[in-house]
């Protein structure tokens, strides 16, 4: 087995969308799977901030059974004295056609 950590071993979440609803397993057969990756990365100096805060938006059609696996990377690096702060944000948004 491989030594996972040699390499940038991420952990996906998964949503798994029944038309209506976000649920654990789906019924029926996927019409869309959405595959996010997002990146960012931030570096401040001695007494410095760094954010890194990458935002995902998806909008998907009210009815319509799919998942979306969110697997981002946020990284940030701060100098002596100054604050870091990373975390990734996955905004999912619903429309009717009707």
């Given at each position: 087995?491989?030594n996972l950590n040699k390499h940038n ?20 057969d996927s019409t869309f799977i959405f ?10 100096g001695e007494n410095g901030i760094a ?48």
């Open positions: 087995m491989e071993a991420r952990a996906a979440e998964v949503f798994n969308y029944d038309g209506e609803n976000i649920v654990d397993h789906l019924t029926k595959n996010i990756s997002p990146r960012a990365f931030s570096m401040s954010i890194s805060n990458p935002i995902s938006n998806v909008v998907i059609r009210k009815g319509e059974v799919g998942s979306i696996i969110h697997t981002p990377l946020s990284t940030a690096i701060a100098g002596p004295g100054g604050f870091a702060y990373a975390e990734s944000e996955l905004n999912v948004y619903e429309y009717d056609m009707n």
